[in-house]
């Protein structure tokens, strides 16, 4: 009887971890979903959005998102974050160890369908490795233009930082990525360019914005 009882246990334990990772698209985000056939081909870097999620075209910043969330807001703090406040997080916390977006918290799933998600530490930073960088304007818009080495271009416009009620460092545009850092009691990975004055990309780490604040999140196609 307790063999029983603890095979029930284990399968009800497994089905709930299946349930909470699977993603099923109800068609809610359908107007935004993105063909992949928009993807730039960036070479071993992979191939990426040509523009930022919630935006039209490349200059456009798009959406300010916090980490794990999936629609925009007017105010980004711990008063109103989606998993909990800091140093009391309900999911992606060192209670969970779980240190990647599940694809119904990642935004570029989400939003523009199953054939996209936000990228990895490692493959920004293989963007940022392969590609240069140029610190450039398009469309009255500050920000980098990378080129891969077989010629494909991507352009991270800088927009800065949504905290509390407003923009902070709109000289900066900060992306986030997939992963966490669950050592942290606030600061989830992202990658940024620098502000006027350090014309340069900056590489992921673990410090950072916290994840409550809202920032934009460029895809990468899921292959």
Known sequence: MKKTLLLLALAAALFSCRKEE?????????????????????????KWAPMNIGARKPSEYGYFLAWGEIEPKTVYGWGTYRFGTEGSFTKYSKKDKKTLLSPGDDAATVRWGTAWRMPTVEEWNKLVDTCESVWTTVDGVKGYMLTAPNGHKLFLPVGGIWKDGGVIAPNQGTYWLSECFPGSSSQ????????????????????????????????ILAE
């Open 188 to 219: 989830s990975g992202l990658a940024y360019t620098g502000g006027l004055s350090e014309l340069r990309l900056f590489r992921c780490s673990g410090g950072g914005t916290a994840r409550c604040c809202g920032l934009a999140v460029r895809a």
């Open 22 to 46: 699977v993603y099923v698209d109800d068609g809610t985000y359908a107007a935004e979903h993105q063909d992949p056939s928009i993807a730039v081909d960036m070479g071993e870097a992979g």
